[in-house]
C-alpha cells in the first residue's frame, strides 16, 4: 500500500532505507569504558516486504535517532531513541536488525526493562536460547518480579532439559500471580520431565482452571495422566488438545502486538480513505488508531495530514506539534508544519521548520526543495544555492531545482552560471518549455553581452509559440528577442500583445511594469533586464490547495 501521506500535493517520499548490520566490539581493558564507548553500528534498516505502514514508522523513528545523534542527547534520550527503533523492528520480524539497536538501548539505558526483554524475545525468535537466557536473566536483575521474563526463562529451561533450573523461577512466578496458566502450565511441564507425574497433574489442572481455553494443556496433561496408569483420562485430553501455544500475560509485547494488530489496521483503513479523497472518513479512522495507541507519531502526522486537506488547518498543526513532541526529528512533521506556516506568510517559521526537517532528513528532496525555495525568497541566495545543487544531486530529475538556482544566480547577477545552469537545464529536461524559456529570455536581455545571443533568443522562441499556449510571459519573452535583434518595430508591437493580455486578465500592476520596456522599444533600446527584482519568480511559493 502505498502511503498517502501528504500536504498540498507535496508528496513526502522518503528514501528507501537500506544498508547491513555490524557492530564495534567493546574495548578489552582499561578503565570503565562510557556507555556511548561500546555502542554497535546502527545502519539504516533493509525492510523489504515490511508492510508499508509499519516501513514508515520505522524510517521515521530511525530518523529521530539519528536526529538525536546528531544533537548529542543524553544517554537516557539516546537510549530511548536506538531502543524506538529496535521495537520496531522486533515488530517487523527483523529480529538480527534489531539486535544492536536493542544492545545499544541496553547499554545507554542500563536500568530500564524493556530493552534486556525485548533483546530476550529477539534471540528466543532467532533460535539463540544462551543469548536469551542471558538477556531473560538480565531483565530479572533490572525487575526480579518480573512476571514475563521467570515464565519465559522458565520456558526456555524447560525446553532445553533443565527442570531444575526452571521450577524456583515458576514457582515464583506463581506466587506472584497464581492465575497465571502459562506459568502453571510450565511449571507443570517440569514436574512431568523431573517424574513427578502427581504433581505435574495437581499443576497442569490448575492451568486449565485459570484458563479453560488453555488447548495447549491438554496433551501435556494427557502425558501426566498416563504416566499415572490413568489411560481414560489420558485419552479424553488427547482428543482435546490442539497444537497452540500459551504464552504469559505480556504487557511489554502487548504493546508490538497491539500496533500491528489494531492501530496499523486503523492507519491502513485511513490511509485508503485518504486514497479515495474522503478526508473526514480518514481523519475519523486516525483518531481511532490514536485511542489505542496514543503516543503514535505516525498517526497524529497522518491524522493532521487528513484534517488539512478536509480544510482545518488549525487542528492539523495541532496533530503535527503532537506528532514532533512525540518524535523529535521526525522530518515528515516538521515539513509539514514548514508548509502551514508558508501558507500563512510566516516565511521565518517556515525556514525554521524546513532547516529542521532537512538537519534531520538530509535525503528528503521535498523538504530541501521547500527550504532552497524559502531561503532565496528569504535573500539567502548562496545557502539557497547551495540546497538546490544537494537537490540536483539526490533527484537529477528535479528540474524546478535547477530552475531554482538559475534564478538565485540571476539575483546575483552571475549571468554567465546562471545561463550554464539553464542550458544544462534544458537539454536534460526538453520536456519542461519553462526552461528553454528562461534560457530565451537571458540570451535576449542579460546585462552581460557575452551572455547574450539574440538569434538564439528568438529562435528558441519561435520554437516555443509553435507549440505553447500564447502568455503574457512568452509575448514579453519575445519582445525582448525581437528587440535584441534590433526589429525594435516588431518588439514593440508584441510588448503591446503582452500588455493588452495583462489587461484582460486584470493584472494593471502587471501592465504598468510591462510599459517601461514598451517605451524602450519605440527609443529603439533592448532590454536589459530578464526579471524585475520584484519578480514572482524571485519569490517562489507552492500553489494554493
Keep these: 500500500m502505498q502511503s498517502a501521506v501528504r500536504l498540498r500535493v507535496v508528496v513526502c517520499v522518503l528514501a528507501a532505507l537500506t544498508g547491513c548490520t555490524g557492530e564495534t566490539p567493546p574495548p578489552s581493558s582499561g578503565p570503565a569504558a562510557s556507555p556511548r564507548a561500546v555502542l554497535r553500528d546502527t545502519p539504516p534498516p533493509m525492510m523489504a516486504g515490511v508492510e508499508m505502514s509499519l516501513q514508515e514508522r520505522i524510517r521515521a523513528s530511525y530518523t529521530a535517532l539519528t536526529s538525536a545523534q546528531r544533537a548529542q542527547s543524553t544517554d537516557a534520550g539516546l537510549g530511548r531513541a536506538y531502543g524506538q527503533v529496535g521495537k520496531l523492528l522486533l515488530a517487523a520480524e527483523l529480529y538480527d536488525q534489531a539486535e544492536p539497536y536493542l544492545l545499544n538501548a541496553s547499554a545507554l539505558e542500563p536500568g530500564e526493562l524493556a530493552w534486556p526483554y525485548f533483546l530476550a524475545h529477539a534471540y528466543r525468535l532467532r533460535f539463540q536460547s544462551d543469548k536469551?537466557?542471558?538477556?531473560?536473566?538480565?531483565?530479572?536483575?533490572?525487575t526480579p518480579t518480573h512476571v514475563p521474563s521467570?515464565?519465559?526463562?522458565?520456558?526456555?529451561?524447560?525446553?532445553?532439559?533443565?527442570a531444575d533450573l526452571a521450577e524456583p523461577l515458576l514457582s515464583k512466578a506463581v506466587s506472584l500471580e497464581p492465575k497465571s496458566a502459562a506459568a502453571l502450565f510450565e511449571l507443570g511441564k517440569a514436574a512431568l520431565a523431573s517424574g513427578d507425574a502427581a504433581r505435574a497433574v495437581t499443576q497442569l489442572e490448575a492451568a486449565l482452571a485459570a484458563d479453560p481455553g488453555a488447548d495447549a494443556v491438554h496433551y501435556a496433561l494427557a502425558m501426566a495422566y498416563r504416566a499415572r496408569g490413568d489411560e481414560?483420562?489420558?485419552?479424553?485430553?488427547?482428543r482435546l488438545w490442539k497444537d497452540e501455544r500459551l504464552y504469559p500475560a505480556d504487557p511489554?509485547?502487548?504493546?508490538?502486538?497491539?500496533?500491528?494488530?489494531?492501530?496499523?489496521?486503523?492507519?491502513?483503513?485511513g490511509t485508503q480513505a485518504m486514497d479515495d479523497r474522503r478526508w473526514r472518513d480518514a481523519a475519523a479512522l486516525f483518531r481511532e488508531g490514536l485511542k489505542v495507541a496514543p503516543r503514535d507519531a505516525t498517526l497524529h502526522q497522518n491524522l493532521g495530514t487528513a484534517l488539512y486537506l478536509a480544510g482545518d488547518p488549525q487542528a492539523a498543526q495541532v496533530e503535527f506539534e503532537a506528532a514532533v513532541r512525540l518524535l523529535p526529528g521526525y522530518a515528515k512533521a516538521l515539513f509539514s508544519l514548514g508548509l502551514l506556516m508558508e501558507e500563512r506568510g510566516r516565511d521565518e517559521e517556515a525556514l525554521d521548520h524546513f532547516s529542521k526537517a532537512v538537519a534531520s532528513d538530509p535525503t528528503m528532496v521535498a523538504a530541501r526543495s521547500s527550504l532552497a525555495d524559502a531561503l532565496r525568497r528569504a535573500g539567502k541566495l548562496e545557502a539557497s544555492i547551495a540546497e538546490y545543487s544537494e537537490i540536483v544531486k539526490l533527484d537529477p530529475a528535479a528540474s524546478q531545482a535547477r530552475f531554482g538556482r538559475a534564478m538565485a544566480l540571476v539575483r546575483l547577477r552571475r549571468f554567465a552560471e546562471a545561463r550554464a545552469v539553464l542550458e544544462e537545464a534544458a537539454r536534460?529536461?526538453?520536456?519542461?518549455?519553462?526552461?528553454?524559456?528562461?534560457?530565451?529570455?537571458?540570451?535576449?536581455s542579460a546585462p552581460d553581452e557575452n551572455v547574450r545571443d539574440g538569434?538564439?533568443?528568438?529562435?528558441?522562441?519561435q520554437s516555443l509559440e509553435?507549440?505553447?499556449?500564447?502568455?503574457?510571459?512568452?509575448?514579453?519573452?519575445?519582445?525582448?528577442?525581437?528587440?535584441?535583434n534590433r526589429r525594435f518595430t516588431e518588439a514593440a508591437a508584441r510588448q503591446r500583445q503582452a500588455i493588452a493580455m495583462a489587461n484582460q486578465a486584470g493584472r494593471s500592476d502587471l501592465a504598468g511594469r510591462l510599459s517601461e520596456n514598451l517605451r524602450r522599444y519605440e527609443s529603439a533600446m533592448p532590454s536589459r533586464t530578464p526579471w524585475a527584482d520584484d519578480d514572482p519568480v524571485h519569490a517562489p511559493r507552492p500553489a494554493p490547495r
Excluded at 252 to 269: G, H, P
Excluded at 428 to 444: C, K, S, V
Design 232 to 238: 481414560q483420562r489420558a485419552a479424553a485430553h488427547v
Design 428 to 444: 536534460t529536461h526538453p520536456e519542461q518549455p519553462g526552461l528553454a524559456h528562461a534560457l530565451a529570455r537571458l540570451l535576449a
Design 455 to 461: 538569434a538564439r533568443a528568438l529562435t528558441i522562441v
Design 150 to 162: 521467570l515464565v519465559w526463562l522458565g520456558t526456555i529451561h524447560v525446553a532445553g532439559g533443565r
Design 466 to 484: 509553435k507549440t505553447a499556449a500564447p502568455s503574457v510571459a512568452l509575448a514579453e519573452t519575445a519582445a525582448m528577442a525581437l528587440a535584441e
Design 132 to 142: 536469551a537466557t542471558t538477556e531473560f536473566e538480565h531483565a530479572l536483575r533490572i
Design 252 to 269: 511489554l509485547m502487548s504493546e508490538i502486538t497491539d500496533l500491528l494488530k489494531t492501530a496499523v489496521v486503523y492507519e491502513i483503513r
